[in-house]
């Protein structure tokens, strides 16, 4: 069983939708959850970054932790084509620098 | 904001040469630098941390007579692989850590693609 578990998609939606994406993960020791955006041929870029479970917003993006269930969800609203993307969660077991395990990534493309 | 540029993009080699993948800090001083590897629709996967003027530390089950790194400043480190084999190929992707800060002062190069014919 994989430490982090994302569905690959890829999910397609129109312009304007609410986007959900989710991993789950399996190792109760992670405290720091993050979500990175990746572009095509480009490096991953950090959106969101929570501690521990409960919701972390930032204008049209919504994270979520539910450390009971093990589970953490990216919310976009009114995605835009330029949303199109792929969206990595992560996780690690402290703020300061320990192995952070990513997700393999939801391919998301906004149609417009 | 911070940025981390890498050197080459892109590069092909043949099976058996070595090859060298610069990471920059440009705007920052990064007292730690790590190297990450992705292959195509799996996560990227971290294979060593590097700290300037100290020895690289990486993951378990990586080669590191075969994947050289060298943390020579504050704002470079190299990543040499040497020997590469075909399933050496895939896209390798640094970041460097500005101070002494968390997760979130982590910054990611725009990667390397590496084929090895």
């Known amino acids: 069983q994989k430490e982090v578990e994302q569905d690959p998609g890829p999910l397609s939606v129109p312009e304007g939708a609410i986007v959900s994406l989710n991993c789950t993960y399996s190792n109760s020791a992670f405290q720091y959850f993050m979500w990175y955006r990746q572009y095509s041929r480009k490096g991953p870029e950090l959106l969101m970054y929570?501690?521990?479970?409960g919701n972390k917003e930032d204008g049209r993006f919504t994270a979520q932790v539910d450390k009971s269930s093990k589970y953490i969800s990216l919310f976009i609203r009114d995605s835009q084509p330029s949303d199109s993307a792929t969206y990595l969660c992560a996780m690690s077991w402290s703020g300061g620098y320990q192995k952070v395990t990513f997700g393999t990534g939801t391919k998301l493309q906004v149609i417009p | 904001g911070a940025v981390v540029s890498q050197h080459p993009s892109r590069v092909i080699c043949k099976s058996g040469t070595s090859v060298k993948i610069e990471c920059r800090s440009l705007?920052?001083?990064?007292?730690?630098m790590f190297w990450y590897r992705q292959f195509p629709k799996q996560s990227l996967m971290l294979m060593a941390t590097?700290?300037?003027?100290?020895?690289?530390?990486?993951e378990q089950g990586v080669e590191k007579d075969k994947f050289l790194i060298n943390h020579a400043s504050l704002t470079l480190s190299t990543l040499t692989v040497t020997s590469a084999h075909p399933e050496d190929s895939s896209f390798y992707i640094c970041s460097a850590r500005a101070g002494t800060g968390g997760v979130e002062t982590q910054y990611f190069g725009p990667g390397t693609r590496l084929l090895v014919l």
């Open positions: 929570t501690y521990s479970s």
């Open positions: 705007d920052f001083q990064a007292t730690t």
């Open positions: 590097s700290n300037e003027g100290s020895k690289a530390t990486y």
